[in-house]
Protein backbone atom coordinates (compact mmCIF):
# COMPACT_ATOMS: atom_id res chain seq x y z
CA UNK A 1 0.00 0.00 0.00
CA UNK A 2 1.01 3.51 -0.95
CA UNK A 3 3.25 4.48 1.97
CA UNK A 4 5.51 7.91 0.76
CA UNK A 5 4.09 11.85 1.55
CA UNK A 6 1.95 12.76 -0.67
CA UNK A 7 -0.62 10.43 -1.49
CA UNK A 8 -3.94 10.93 -3.09
CA UNK A 9 -7.22 8.58 -3.01
CA UNK A 10 -8.33 7.94 0.27
CA UNK A 11 -8.98 4.35 0.28
CA UNK A 12 -11.76 4.85 -1.97
CA UNK A 13 -13.46 1.63 -3.02
CA UNK A 14 -15.96 2.55 -4.71
CA UNK A 15 -19.36 4.09 -4.26
CA UNK A 16 -20.10 6.12 -7.32
CA UNK A 17 -20.98 3.85 -9.85
CA UNK A 18 -24.10 2.21 -8.31
CA UNK A 19 -26.55 5.29 -7.78
CA UNK A 20 -29.70 3.67 -6.17
CA UNK A 21 -30.17 4.13 -2.81
CA UNK A 22 -31.90 0.86 -1.14
CA UNK A 23 -33.72 0.89 2.08
CA UNK A 24 -31.63 -1.83 4.33
CA UNK A 25 -31.66 -2.64 7.78
CA UNK A 26 -29.57 -1.55 10.31
CA UNK A 27 -28.68 1.57 9.07
CA UNK A 28 -27.39 3.94 11.63
CA UNK A 29 -24.43 5.51 13.29
CA UNK A 30 -24.94 8.41 10.55
CA UNK A 31 -22.39 11.15 12.51
CA UNK A 32 -19.53 8.97 12.27
CA UNK A 33 -20.27 8.18 8.46
CA UNK A 34 -20.83 11.71 8.18
CA UNK A 35 -17.42 12.48 9.51
CA UNK A 36 -16.04 10.17 7.17
CA UNK A 37 -17.66 11.53 4.54
CA UNK A 38 -16.22 14.97 5.08
CA UNK A 39 -12.95 14.16 5.33
CA UNK A 40 -12.31 10.80 3.06
CA UNK A 41 -13.43 12.55 -0.05
CA UNK A 42 -11.32 15.20 -0.26
CA UNK A 43 -8.37 14.71 -1.84
CA UNK A 44 -8.15 13.36 -4.78
CA UNK A 45 -7.63 13.32 -8.65
CA UNK A 46 -6.20 10.72 -9.48
CA UNK A 47 -7.26 7.51 -11.32
CA UNK A 48 -8.74 5.99 -8.47
CA UNK A 49 -12.39 7.86 -8.53
CA UNK A 50 -12.85 7.14 -12.52
CA UNK A 51 -11.06 3.58 -12.10
CA UNK A 52 -13.96 3.09 -8.81
CA UNK A 53 -16.70 4.73 -10.77
CA UNK A 54 -16.12 1.10 -13.20
CA UNK A 55 -15.80 -1.15 -10.31
CA UNK A 56 -19.20 -0.29 -8.83
CA UNK A 57 -20.62 -2.44 -12.20
CA UNK A 58 -17.63 -5.06 -11.74
CA UNK A 59 -15.68 -3.43 -14.80
CA UNK A 60 -11.91 -2.83 -12.58
CA UNK A 61 -9.53 -5.08 -12.35
CA UNK A 62 -6.04 -6.49 -12.27
CA UNK A 63 -4.85 -10.47 -12.62
CA UNK A 64 -3.27 -12.73 -10.30
CA UNK A 65 -1.41 -14.25 -13.15
CA UNK A 66 -0.29 -11.00 -14.71
CA UNK A 67 3.15 -11.91 -15.89
CA UNK A 68 6.29 -10.30 -14.07
CA UNK A 69 7.38 -7.49 -16.45
CA UNK A 70 7.74 -5.16 -14.36
CA UNK A 71 10.19 -6.91 -12.13
CA UNK A 72 12.07 -7.69 -15.21
CA UNK A 73 12.48 -4.29 -16.54
CA UNK A 74 16.02 -2.34 -16.30
CA UNK A 75 17.32 -2.13 -12.43
CA UNK A 76 16.72 0.64 -10.46
CA UNK A 77 19.01 3.24 -10.90
CA UNK A 78 19.30 5.17 -7.70
CA UNK A 79 21.68 3.32 -5.35
CA UNK A 80 24.05 5.69 -5.57
CA UNK A 81 26.18 6.18 -2.58
CA UNK A 82 24.40 8.97 -1.15
CA UNK A 83 20.60 7.33 -1.57
CA UNK A 84 21.65 3.56 -0.85
CA UNK A 85 21.33 2.93 2.41
CA UNK A 86 18.26 4.78 2.82
CA UNK A 87 16.44 3.05 -0.35
CA UNK A 88 17.09 -0.36 1.49
CA UNK A 89 15.56 1.06 4.69
CA UNK A 90 12.65 1.86 2.26
CA UNK A 91 12.86 -1.50 0.68
CA UNK A 92 12.62 -3.31 4.44
CA UNK A 93 9.67 -1.17 5.25
CA UNK A 94 7.33 -1.25 2.05
CA UNK A 95 8.27 -5.20 1.23
CA UNK A 96 9.93 -4.78 -0.83
CA UNK A 97 12.45 -7.41 -0.11
CA UNK A 98 9.11 -9.72 -0.42
CA UNK A 99 9.75 -12.32 -3.16
CA UNK A 100 8.13 -10.66 -6.37
CA UNK A 101 5.79 -12.53 -7.85
CA UNK A 102 3.08 -11.58 -10.11
CA UNK A 103 0.52 -10.77 -7.44
CA UNK A 104 3.16 -8.75 -5.23
CA UNK A 105 3.95 -6.66 -8.87
CA UNK A 106 -0.05 -5.47 -8.49
CA UNK A 107 1.31 -3.80 -5.56
CA UNK A 108 3.07 -0.74 -4.95
CA UNK A 109 7.29 -1.42 -4.52
CA UNK A 110 7.85 2.42 -3.35
CA UNK A 111 11.77 1.41 -3.13
CA UNK A 112 11.24 0.86 -7.25
CA UNK A 113 8.93 4.46 -7.70
CA UNK A 114 9.85 7.79 -8.62
CA UNK A 115 7.85 9.12 -5.75
CA UNK A 116 5.23 9.48 -9.47
CA UNK A 117 2.07 9.55 -6.16
CA UNK A 118 3.85 12.30 -4.50
CA UNK A 119 4.34 14.15 -7.33
CA UNK A 120 1.99 13.77 -10.19
CA UNK A 121 -1.78 13.17 -7.84
CA UNK A 122 -3.19 16.35 -6.46
CA UNK A 123 -5.05 16.52 -3.19
CA UNK A 124 -6.90 18.75 -0.61
CA UNK A 125 -6.61 19.44 2.78
CA UNK A 126 -9.02 16.87 4.63
CA UNK A 127 -8.98 14.30 6.98
CA UNK A 128 -7.00 13.07 4.85
CA UNK A 129 -4.18 15.13 4.37
CA UNK A 130 -3.39 18.22 6.29
CA UNK A 131 -2.77 20.55 3.53
CA UNK A 132 -3.44 21.21 -0.36
CA UNK A 133 -1.09 20.45 -2.90
CA UNK A 134 -1.46 20.55 -6.34
CA UNK A 135 -0.77 17.46 -9.06
CA UNK A 136 2.58 17.70 -10.78
CA UNK A 137 3.94 19.40 -7.90
CA UNK A 138 6.33 17.51 -5.12
CA UNK A 139 4.79 16.93 -1.74
CA UNK A 140 6.81 18.88 0.58
CA UNK A 141 7.94 15.58 2.32
CA UNK A 142 9.51 14.04 -0.89
CA UNK A 143 13.00 13.33 -0.12
CA UNK A 144 16.32 13.73 -2.82
CA UNK A 145 16.17 9.56 -3.01
CA UNK A 146 12.12 9.63 -3.71
CA UNK A 147 11.67 8.52 -0.34
CA UNK A 148 9.08 10.01 2.49
CA UNK A 149 10.75 12.24 5.36
CA UNK A 150 7.82 11.37 7.54
CA UNK A 151 6.81 7.92 6.84
CA UNK A 152 6.75 6.30 10.26
CA UNK A 153 4.73 9.12 11.55
CA UNK A 154 2.62 9.22 8.71
CA UNK A 155 -0.62 8.35 10.48
CA UNK A 156 -0.18 10.92 13.50
CA UNK A 157 0.85 13.83 11.30
CA UNK A 158 -2.75 13.61 9.43
CA UNK A 159 -1.51 11.95 6.68
CA UNK A 160 -4.10 9.35 6.33
CA UNK A 161 -4.38 9.65 2.75
CA UNK A 162 -1.18 8.07 2.42
CA UNK A 163 -1.31 5.19 4.36
CA UNK A 164 -4.54 4.04 2.76
CA UNK A 165 -3.38 4.32 -1.45
CA UNK A 166 -1.86 1.63 -3.79
CA UNK A 167 -0.74 2.31 -6.98
CA UNK A 168 -1.39 -1.29 -7.87
CA UNK A 169 1.94 -1.46 -8.96
CA UNK A 170 1.78 1.21 -11.89
CA UNK A 171 4.52 3.60 -10.20
CA UNK A 172 7.37 0.61 -10.28
CA UNK A 173 6.16 -0.14 -13.82
CA UNK A 174 6.50 3.30 -14.99
CA UNK A 175 9.78 4.04 -13.23
CA UNK A 176 11.47 1.04 -14.32
CA UNK A 177 9.51 -0.57 -17.38
CA UNK A 178 8.08 2.51 -19.87
CA UNK A 179 10.77 4.99 -18.82
CA UNK A 180 13.62 2.44 -18.35
CA UNK A 181 14.74 3.64 -14.89
CA UNK A 182 15.00 7.73 -15.80
CA UNK A 183 13.51 9.73 -13.37
CA UNK A 184 11.67 13.12 -13.47
CA UNK A 185 14.46 14.99 -11.78
CA UNK A 186 17.20 13.41 -13.60
CA UNK A 187 15.39 14.11 -16.53
CA UNK A 188 13.20 17.06 -16.22
CA UNK A 189 11.68 17.37 -19.67
CA UNK A 190 9.75 13.84 -19.16
CA UNK A 191 8.11 15.14 -15.93
CA UNK A 192 4.98 15.78 -17.77
CA UNK A 193 4.73 12.76 -19.69
CA UNK A 194 5.78 10.68 -16.88
CA UNK A 195 3.06 11.50 -15.04
CA UNK A 196 0.85 11.05 -17.33
CA UNK A 197 1.86 7.69 -18.01
CA UNK A 198 1.11 7.04 -14.63
CA UNK A 199 -2.27 8.40 -14.59
CA UNK A 200 -3.43 5.94 -17.04
CA UNK A 201 -1.51 3.28 -15.55
CA UNK A 202 -2.78 3.08 -12.59
CA UNK A 203 -6.24 1.99 -13.36
CA UNK A 204 -4.82 -0.19 -16.10
CA UNK A 205 -3.20 -2.60 -12.88
CA UNK A 206 -6.24 -1.91 -10.90
CA UNK A 207 -8.14 -3.66 -13.50
CA UNK A 208 -5.33 -6.19 -13.76
CA UNK A 209 -5.60 -6.86 -9.94
CA UNK A 210 -9.04 -7.59 -10.34
CA UNK A 211 -8.82 -10.13 -13.18
CA UNK A 212 -5.93 -11.74 -11.52
CA UNK A 213 -7.96 -12.36 -7.88
CA UNK A 214 -11.17 -13.89 -10.42
CA UNK A 215 -8.46 -16.15 -12.46
CA UNK A 216 -7.05 -17.57 -9.25
CA UNK A 217 -10.52 -19.27 -8.20
CA UNK A 218 -11.18 -22.37 -9.00
CA UNK A 219 -14.48 -21.68 -9.02
CA UNK A 220 -14.56 -18.67 -11.62
CA UNK A 221 -13.12 -21.71 -14.41
CA UNK A 222 -16.30 -21.30 -16.74
CA UNK A 223 -15.07 -17.55 -17.08
CA UNK A 224 -11.56 -18.13 -17.13
CA UNK A 225 -11.46 -18.27 -21.14
CA UNK A 226 -12.61 -14.35 -21.05
CA UNK A 227 -10.25 -13.57 -18.13
CA UNK A 228 -7.23 -14.75 -20.03
CA UNK A 229 -8.69 -12.74 -22.93
CA UNK A 230 -8.72 -9.95 -20.63
CA UNK A 231 -5.19 -10.77 -18.81
CA UNK A 232 -3.34 -10.95 -21.58
CA UNK A 233 -4.83 -7.25 -23.53
CA UNK A 234 -4.24 -5.28 -20.25
CA UNK A 235 -0.77 -7.10 -19.57
CA UNK A 236 0.51 -5.97 -23.30
CA UNK A 237 -1.06 -2.58 -22.74
CA UNK A 238 1.06 -2.65 -19.12
CA UNK A 239 4.01 -3.49 -21.13
CA UNK A 240 3.70 -1.01 -23.78
CA UNK A 241 5.53 2.03 -24.48
CA UNK A 242 4.36 5.71 -23.24
CA UNK A 243 2.86 6.52 -26.75
CA UNK A 244 0.47 3.61 -26.68
CA UNK A 245 -0.31 4.05 -22.98
CA UNK A 246 -1.44 7.36 -23.37
CA UNK A 247 -3.84 6.64 -26.56
CA UNK A 248 -5.60 3.67 -24.57
CA UNK A 249 -9.12 4.22 -23.65
CA UNK A 250 -9.72 2.84 -19.95
CA UNK A 251 -13.44 3.16 -19.94
CA UNK A 252 -13.38 0.71 -23.34
CA UNK A 253 -11.27 -1.87 -21.36
CA UNK A 254 -13.48 -1.71 -18.56
CA UNK A 255 -16.46 -2.24 -20.13
CA UNK A 256 -14.85 -4.86 -22.15
CA UNK A 257 -14.30 -6.80 -18.89
CA UNK A 258 -16.88 -5.72 -16.92
CA UNK A 259 -19.06 -8.89 -17.43
CA UNK A 260 -15.88 -11.63 -17.08
CA UNK A 261 -15.92 -9.91 -13.44
CA UNK A 262 -19.10 -9.47 -13.02
CA UNK A 263 -19.76 -13.54 -14.15
CA UNK A 264 -16.61 -13.99 -11.69
CA UNK A 265 -17.80 -12.00 -8.73
CA UNK A 266 -21.16 -14.05 -9.04
CA UNK A 267 -19.59 -17.65 -9.07
CA UNK A 268 -17.71 -16.94 -5.97
CA UNK A 269 -20.95 -16.18 -4.36
CA UNK A 270 -22.57 -19.36 -5.70
CA UNK A 271 -20.29 -21.08 -3.54
CA UNK A 272 -21.98 -19.89 -0.39
CA UNK A 273 -24.19 -22.38 1.36
CA UNK A 274 -27.07 -19.51 1.47
CA UNK A 275 -28.13 -17.03 -1.06
CA UNK A 276 -26.58 -13.96 0.20
CA UNK A 277 -28.54 -10.51 0.21
CA UNK A 278 -27.60 -7.95 -3.37
CA UNK A 279 -26.32 -4.79 -1.70
CA UNK A 280 -25.19 -3.54 -5.02
CA UNK A 281 -24.88 0.05 -4.99
CA UNK A 282 -26.43 0.73 -1.75
CA UNK A 283 -25.91 3.06 0.74
CA UNK A 284 -25.20 1.73 4.05
CA UNK A 285 -23.00 4.23 5.59
CA UNK A 286 -23.07 4.13 9.12
CA UNK A 287 -25.09 0.91 9.26
CA UNK A 288 -25.23 -1.24 12.36
CA UNK A 289 -24.41 -5.10 11.21
CA UNK A 290 -22.58 -6.24 13.39
CA UNK A 291 -22.54 -9.86 13.65
CA UNK A 292 -24.42 -10.01 10.21
CA UNK A 293 -24.85 -13.11 7.64
CA UNK A 294 -23.22 -11.56 4.52
CA UNK A 295 -22.30 -14.61 3.43
CA UNK A 296 -22.26 -14.52 -0.78
CA UNK A 297 -23.49 -10.86 -0.31
CA UNK A 298 -23.11 -8.52 -3.78
CA UNK A 299 -21.63 -5.41 -2.19
CA UNK A 300 -20.10 -4.09 -5.25
CA UNK A 301 -19.69 -0.51 -4.92
CA UNK A 302 -21.86 -0.80 -2.00
CA UNK A 303 -21.24 2.39 0.34
CA UNK A 304 -19.77 1.07 3.96
CA UNK A 305 -18.38 4.63 4.95
CA UNK A 306 -18.68 3.95 8.85
CA UNK A 307 -20.42 1.23 9.25
CA UNK A 308 -19.77 -1.38 11.91
CA UNK A 309 -19.23 -4.95 10.32
CA UNK A 310 -17.48 -6.02 13.89
CA UNK A 311 -17.81 -9.81 13.70
CA UNK A 312 -19.82 -9.98 10.48
CA UNK A 313 -19.36 -13.06 8.23
CA UNK A 314 -18.38 -12.02 4.20
CA UNK A 315 -16.85 -15.02 3.13
CA UNK A 316 -17.39 -15.41 -0.41
CA UNK A 317 -18.91 -11.83 -0.52
CA UNK A 318 -18.14 -9.24 -3.60
CA UNK A 319 -16.83 -6.49 -2.56
CA UNK A 320 -15.60 -4.60 -5.96
CA UNK A 321 -15.57 -0.97 -5.77
CA UNK A 322 -17.22 -1.01 -1.96
CA UNK A 323 -15.85 2.39 0.05
CA UNK A 324 -14.66 0.92 3.63
CA UNK A 325 -13.43 4.14 4.30
CA UNK A 326 -13.89 3.69 8.47
CA UNK A 327 -15.73 0.59 8.11
CA UNK A 328 -14.96 -1.27 11.48
CA UNK A 329 -14.08 -5.17 10.49
CA UNK A 330 -12.79 -6.06 13.94
CA UNK A 331 -14.00 -10.10 14.16
CA UNK A 332 -14.79 -10.30 10.70
CA UNK A 333 -14.71 -13.04 7.93
CA UNK A 334 -13.56 -12.03 4.98
CA UNK A 335 -11.74 -15.16 3.94
CA UNK A 336 -12.97 -16.24 0.29
CA UNK A 337 -14.18 -13.01 -0.69
CA UNK A 338 -13.60 -11.39 -4.27
CA UNK A 339 -11.92 -7.99 -5.45
CA UNK A 340 -11.14 -6.81 -1.85
CA UNK A 341 -7.80 -4.94 -1.76
CA UNK A 342 -5.37 -3.38 -0.03
CA UNK A 343 -6.63 -0.28 -0.04
CA UNK A 344 -9.90 -0.88 0.42
CA UNK A 345 -8.93 -2.83 4.01
CA UNK A 346 -5.91 -0.31 4.87
CA UNK A 347 -9.64 2.43 5.18
CA UNK A 348 -10.99 0.32 7.39
CA UNK A 349 -10.40 -0.80 10.81
CA UNK A 350 -9.65 -3.82 12.17
CA UNK A 351 -7.64 -6.01 14.13
CA UNK A 352 -6.24 -9.54 14.90
CA UNK A 353 -8.81 -11.56 14.96
CA UNK A 354 -10.16 -9.67 11.43
CA UNK A 355 -9.86 -12.89 8.77
CA UNK A 356 -8.64 -11.78 5.22
CA UNK A 357 -8.63 -13.17 2.01
CA UNK A 358 -5.18 -15.19 1.83
CA UNK A 359 -3.64 -12.93 -1.32
CA UNK A 360 -4.56 -9.19 0.61
CA UNK A 361 -2.15 -7.94 3.11
CA UNK A 362 -3.17 -6.51 6.49
CA UNK A 363 -2.82 -3.15 6.78
CA UNK A 364 -0.07 -2.24 8.89
CA UNK A 365 -1.64 0.03 11.55
CA UNK A 366 -4.45 -2.33 12.51
CA UNK A 367 -4.61 -2.56 16.29
CA UNK A 368 -2.81 -5.90 17.44
CA UNK A 369 -5.39 -7.05 19.44
CA UNK A 370 -7.41 -9.71 19.26
CA UNK A 371 -8.62 -13.29 20.30
CA UNK A 372 -7.04 -14.56 17.24
CA UNK A 373 -3.04 -14.33 16.83
CA UNK A 374 -2.41 -12.55 13.51
CA UNK A 375 -0.86 -16.51 11.70
CA UNK A 376 -4.20 -18.17 12.58
CA UNK A 377 -5.98 -14.86 11.41
CA UNK A 378 -4.69 -15.38 8.17
CA UNK A 379 -5.55 -19.33 8.25
CA UNK A 380 -7.74 -20.07 5.53
Not at 148 to 166: K, N
Not at 233 to 257: F, H, I, K, M, N
Amino acid sequence: MGRRGGRAASGRGGGGGEAGRRDVPGRGARNGAADARRGGRGGTADGASSARSGAADGAPGQAPNAPNTAAEGPRDTRNTAAGGAAGQARSASYGAGTPRTPRTELRGDCARCFGLCCVALPFSRSADFPVDKPGGSPCGNLQADFGCGIHAELRPRGWTGCTVFDCHGAGQRVSQVTFAGEDWRGAPDTARRMFAVFAVMRPVHELLAYVTDALDRAETRPVHTALHRAHATLSELAAADADTVLAADVGALRAADNPALLRAGDLVRARSPRRGPVHRGADLAGARLRGADLRGASLRGALLIGADLRGADLRWSDLIGADLRGTDLSGADLRGSVYATGTQLAAARGDAATRLPEAVPRPEHWAAEGTVPPEAARAS
